[in-house]
Nanobody
Framework: VRLVESGGGLVQAGESLRLSCATAGSILSIPVMGWYRQAPGKERELVAAISSSESPYYIDNVKGRFTIFRDNAKNTLYLRMDSLKPEDTATYYC?????????????WGQGTQVTVSS
């Protein structure tokens, strides 16, 4: 599955961004999708994931601030990020796979940079 992210940018702390991940085919055919991020010198981490059968998953430090959702008509995955903090600065990647466990080994986009200034 080809994935193309967009929507990153430079914002100040407290502001919002919405990341988009456009899929080449029907998003309905993709069981699990997620957003990862990787900051310089840090491990890649799964930020949020969504599937058709379970509630969305979020890592603790974005709960209440980030929202993952899909627009089936537009074949696009989104990550709405509110109340951004400098520690959210990273390259964000969209991923797709058949299960949550296999998400790291599935399809990936090229990434979009998010920079939050204090």
């Amino acid at each position: 599955v080809r994935l193309v992210e967009s929507g990153g940018g430079l914002v100040q702390a407290g502001e919002s961004l919405r990341l988009s991940c456009a899929t080449a085919g029907s998003i309905l055919s993709i069981p699990v999708m997620g957003w990862y991020r990787q900051a310089p010198g840090k491990e890649r981490e799964l930020v949020a994931a969504i599937s058709s059968s379970e509630s969305p998953y979020y890592i603790d430090n974005v709960k209440g601030r980030f929202t993952i959702f899909r627009d089936n008509a537009k074949n696009t995955l989104y990550l709405r990020m509110d109340s951004l903090k400098p520690e959210d600065t990273a390259t964000y990647y969209c991923a797709a796979s058949t299960t949550l466990a296999s998400l790291p080994f599935g399809s990936w986009g090229q990434g979009t940079q998010v920079t939050v200034s204090s």
